[in-house]
């Protein structure tokens, strides 16, 4: 099933640039699934708190998603409020990007 449609199924509305719903975050997590990415051989498992958050935007959201996706086969995009939930390093000598779980996520 495609991206859009997993969360459209949950109650949000998706644009071409991102999906929100008219509802509080709190109301839709008992629906939604954990968010499995897979960077090189380390599996992170996010909650929906993880990667929703609250908002309010010209459409009246009061939830939005926290990721996004381009097209089928483009994979997703991580933005910055993904990044609060994790330390991140970033060695440009090695050309490599870490991941640890930052302990005041709040989930």
Known sequence: MEVKAIFESVGFTCTSYYCGAQKNCSELYSKMSYVKVVLDDTVYWIPPEGYTQAAQNEANFTCMLAINSGAPDAGLTLGSY??????????????????????????
């Open 82 to 107: 993904f990044l609060t939930s994790y330390y991140a390093e970033f060695d440009y000598d090695e050309e490599k990007v870490s991941f640890a779980v930052n302990a005041k996520a709040g989930w």
